[in-house]
């Protein structure tokens, strides 16, 4: 199964980009900066905290999750200008003879990768957005405004989808948080068997199994290290509230981060019972879902959060405030729409290239790619009086070796249900 040195250059785009996406959104939640409203009350205590706290008076954390949501779909909108200009003929796309669009060249070019291998949301920890590449095995429509229209109704899961898992990135961590999106393996399968129509085999049921038990060992490994966690001397007889109260914000975060992938396993349902005959370009599905995504955010959703949470929780005009007034905060955010755009222009180009025995490999070079980072960053960050490290996470605590092993069971629940190491019960035979 050989790989061509620029296959190779986009997978590692791929891995590069999908870290970077990760990262940055959780450094950019841990950034302090100055916005138009003023700290909450006592923000600034950090004696029985066990996260970091801004120290200078008027800042404060960028904890803006549905904001980070619009960043996200205005990302993903630019792929729209990518399928514009391949419609051109601006990037070797250009329309065939027969009058139907081209997706990332000939259909022979596509080697061994089944459609069902292509479309597998399991293959990998991604985004929803990576599984709507199955259509580049068909030759694509010139799209008309109501497949346009279409592509909202997915837009609407992916905004409530990535939203809760952004508000679970804010109570987890960056690697844990990253684990755990493994659990759309067992929604994927069965929303298809309800919905779809679709049999799941033998070894298929054995992977799922044996994913729902590494993702219950990765999420125990977060409540364990967060109740854990020591706290600074002179918080007398509330520590074991405060371990109690933090562990149990974990345990939050892995909740909404699993009921996130529930929702991107309606997404992908949705997608593939409306957009699949269509044979829509997949650049055009993800640039039309950011484009509505993106109106919605803008013109419906902050505007309500405003005047119902209030200017603390979710402002927008508070964010921008935040984001012009610290230099590091402003590269995150970009760092983290220009990863969103990248990421899945990587992910349709490699789409035709690789097989999922790759796709694996990549995304859990991107898990450990991100737990490495997050130590690293641990290590290098400043931290507050009371010594808690702005970014990052210990690798070393008690919860550490349940994560890692929890990764490895995730990780070979993955490889069996993709039929990449065969089981003894599995059916192979070809379809």
């Known amino acids: 199964m050989g790989i061509s040195r620029g296959s190779v250059l986009l997978a590692v785009g791929m891995l590069v980009t999908g870290s970077l996406n990760t990262i940055s959104k959780k450094m950019a939640y841990d950034t302090c900066a100055v916005g138009i409203d003023p700290p909450p009350p006592d923000s600034h205590n950090a004696t029985c905290s066990k996260t970091f706290v801004c120290e200078e008076k008027d800042e404060k954390l960028f904890k803006f999750p549905w904001t980070f949501t619009l960043v996200m779909f205005c990302g993903e909108a630019t792929c729209f200008l990518y399928f514009l200009a391949k419609k051109r003929g601006c990037c070797g796309g250009g329309k065939r003879d027969d009058g139907m669009m081209p997706l990332l060249g000939d259909v022979d070019d596509i080697g061994d990768l089944s459609y069902d291998d292509m479309k597998s949301p399991v293959a990998n920890f991604k985004s929803p957005t990576l599984a709507r590449r199955g259509s580049s095995l068909a030759r694509a429509k010139s799209p008309t405004w109501r497949d346009a229209v279409i592509c909202a109704i997915p837009a609407c899961c992916d905004l409530l989808g990535t939203t809760i898992s952004a508000i679970g990135l804010l109570l987890t961590t960056a690697s844990v948080w990253q684990m755990l999106r493994g659990s759309i393996i067992l929604f994927t399968a069965t929303l298809s068997i309800f919905f779809l129509g679709k049999k799941q085999r033998p070894q298929q049921w054995t992977g799922i199994a044996i994913t729902i038990v590494g993702v219950t060992l990765v999420g125990t490994s977060s409540m364990i290290g967060s109740h854990s966690s020591k706290l600074p001397a002179g918080c007398g007889g509330n520590e074991d509230a405060i ?128 737990w490495i980072v997050d130590v690293i960053l641990f290590q290098t960050s400043a931290t507050d009086s009371a010594g808690h490290h702005q970014y990052g996470e210990a690798f070393v605590n008690p919860g550490s070796i349940i994560q890692l092993g929890g990764f490895a069971v995730m990780l070979a629940g993955t490889i069996i249900y993709n039929n990449i190491v065969k089981v003894p019960c599995g059916r192979y035979d070809e379809e």
Do not use: W
């Not at 599905?285 to 209030?310: N, Q, S, W």
């Open 243 to 370: 371990s109690s109260a933090s562990a149990g914000h974990a345990m939050l975060g892995n909740v909404l981060v699993v009921a996130s992938q529930l929702l991107s396993a309606t997404q992908m349902v949705i997608e593939e019972k409306f957009l699949k005959h269509r044979k829509l370009p997949p650049e055009f599905v993800v640039g039309c879902e950011g484009f509505f995504g993106a109106i919605v955010m803008g013109a419906v959703v902050l505007p309500i959060l405003y005047h119902i949470t209030g200017s603390q929780h979710e402002n927008a005009f508070d964010a921008a405030k935040m984001f012009a007034s610290n230099a590091r905060l402003a590269v995150l955010v970009l760092l983290y729409f220009a990863s969103i755009a990248f990421y899945n222009f990587f992910g349709l180009a490699v789409a035709k290239k690789l097989s999922s025995v790759h796709r694996t490999l990549i995304d859990a070079m991107r898990t450990v790619f991100v």
